[in-house]
């Protein structure tokens, strides 16, 4: 059975927001080599258009080794989209799920393999929800946003997480590494 895990960046005051911390070398290594331990990673449409950004570093590399790494990493790992307005992905590694979250999550648990990653705010909260996330890693950026969407927002049920692991990078970011508890 895979495990599906959460892996997102926020701020201090819990925003999600790809743009408000500055990942450095070491923060793209660490997700380069998180991408290639993971069959796949589950996008919703919002998350999945940013990403491809990365997709010009494949057609032209930046010179930074990180980050042509890490456009490598996240071009070569299966994405699987959910949205009710894409009709098409123009990623050769992407496709649009043609079944409801629950349904493609259930069945991508059952299957043997590596973990599959979910990069995308809503897709958390909708798994959250489900119950369906097995470990969450939050990377912490040391930045107050001070506007923008909380990453978990509209979550009415308490959930009690247990601290598994840290993991603290030179720059001042920290990985909360997580799991679920029952109560």
């Known amino acids: 059975m895979r495990k599906i895990i959460a892996a997102i960046n926020m701020t201090l005051d819990g925003v999600f927001d790809h743009t408000a911390g500055q990942p450095d070398e070491e923060i793209h290594q660490h997700y380069t080599e998180l991408l290639r331990e993971g069959d796949a990673i589950l996008y919703g449409r919002i998350t999945y258009q940013l990403m491809q950004y990365w997709q010009t570093l494949i057609k032209n590399p930046s010179g930074e080794k990180s980050m042509d790494d890490f ?18 992905t123009d990623w050769d590694s992407a496709k649009l799920s043609n079944q409801p979250i629950e349904k493609e999550v259930l069945e991508l648990k059952q299957q043997s393999g590596a973990p599959i990653f979910v990069g ?19 990377c912490v950026y040391p930045v107050i946003a001070g506007a923008g969407l909380p990453l978990f927002e509209n979550v009415n049920d308490r959930t009690v997480f247990k601290l598994v692991k840290t993991k603290t990078f030179s720059g001042g970011a920290v990985i909360l590494y997580y799991e679920p508890k029952s109560e």
Do not use: G
């Open 71 to 88: 456009a490598i990493a996240i071009d070569k790992i299966p994405k699987i989209v959910f949205s009710h307005t894409l009709k098409n």
């Open 120 to 138: 995308s705010r809503s897709l958390i909260i909708q798994l959250m929800k489900l119950n369906l996330i097995d470990e969450y890693q939050f």
